[in-house]
């Protein structure tokens, strides 16, 4: 197995808003920016969820099949960082990680205004490295996060 088949996906966003509001809209209002049809069933999507705190789970609710468990949350520090298992698209045995980091600080340099959110999908193993060509659309997922983030000034 080479490198590149375990090396994390990432991706990294300036944004005008700051690090509280980032880190609110990814978490708070995630069922807002996810697309639907990176789910079970877009159809019947009702609802994705972060429960703020360690050992919070995050799923995703669907009228048809009801909840949906797509990992647990192992570091929640609001404002600064949010890392979970994700077993979306995945076996359950073997997840991955999603990592999320927001640094205050704008493409100007100034800790005032706007902040840099860096995202990572790893955890890529020998037992779960198939997997990770599933997850080549994330700017699909993050393009709508950074959006709704931005909408307002603050």
């Not at 375990?6 to 005008?16: D, K, M, N, Q, S």
């Not at 490295?129 to 950074?146: G, I, Y």
Request: proline share 6%; aromatic share 10%.
């Amino acid at each position: 197995m080479d490198d590149a088949s375990t090396a994390p996906i990432t991706h990294e966003y300036v944004l005008r808003c700051g690090a509280a509001r980032a880190f609110a809209t990814y978490t708070q209002r995630i069922r807002e920016w996810w697309d639907p049809r990176y789910t079970a069933n877009a159809d019947t999507l009702e609802a994705v969820t972060i429960t703020p705190r360690v050992g919070g789970r995050v799923r995703a609710r669907h009228r048809d099949i009801g909840e949906d468990d797509w990992g647990e949350v192992t570091v929640w520090e609001p404002r600064r960082r949010l890392v979970h298992t994700f077993t979306l698209a995945q076996d359950p045995q073997h997840p991955s990680e999603v990592a999320v980091e927001f640094v205050p600080g704008g493409a100007d340099g100034n800790s005032d205004t706007g902040c840099t959110v860096r995202f990572a999908h790893g955890g890529w193993t020998e037992a779960n490295a198939a997997e990770r060509q599933k997850f080549t659309d994330w700017p699909v997922m993050l393009d709508r996060f950074a959006a709704l983030a931005d909408a307002e000034p603050g």
